[in-house]
């Protein structure tokens, strides 16, 4: 009777310890910059990516990318920008969410907060044509769809009063 109790408990405790060993699959390495530049030109020759290249030659996409540049140093280091709103609807088609469009050192900008929900945007919602706000963020971004730099806003403030802040992540990220 003690013998089998030692065999199913030896073989318990080697089961356990198979379990909690290394994981079988290691984490895979991040690609190499001579693998990215590969997959970014092999991108480039897809039809979309012959579209991008297209549009960040024309004048257009120019523009854009002059724009997104003029304010990269604050969006780096998530700095106040002075700005003014010129609208309170996005241009037409887009599908980014909640957000206004707004003139940064004389520049236009499409300043997006996301999707929205329940109450988070509330008071966002209180902003008029012409009122001046503060704004932070730590991105701006663009693609071909758009005539104007999207910056995602983080932080918007009011006369001296900040009206929207967003939440850090539950995940830590």
Request: proline share 8%.
């Amino acid at each position: 009777m003690i013998l089998p109790l030692v065999v199913v408990s030896g073989l318990v405790f080697a089961g356990h310890e198979i379990k909690n060993g290394p994981p079988e699959k290691s984490t895979p390495k991040p690609p190499s910059a001579a693998e990215m530049k590969a997959d970014r030109e092999r991108w480039e020759a897809t039809p979309e990516g012959i579209k991008y290249k297209k549009w960040e030659a024309s004048p257009e996409g120019k523009k854009v990318l002059a724009g997104a540049a003029k304010i990269r140093k604050y969006t780096s280091a998530s700095s106040n920008m002075e700005a003014v709103v010129t609208s309170l609807s996005l241009p037409p088609g887009s599908r980014l969410g909640f957000g206004v469009m707004a003139r940064i050192n004389g520049d236009d900008y499409i300043l997006s907060f996301g999707l929205e929900n329940a109450h988070e945007f509330q008071q966002l919602h209180s902003l008029k044509v012409n009122d001046k706000i503060i704004i932070r963020s730590r991105s701006v971004s663009w693609a071909p769809k758009y005539l104007y730099p999207i910056v995602s806003g983080d932080y918007v403030e009011r006369d001296s009063k900040v009206i929207y802040k967003r939440a850090p992540r539950k995940d830590g990220c």
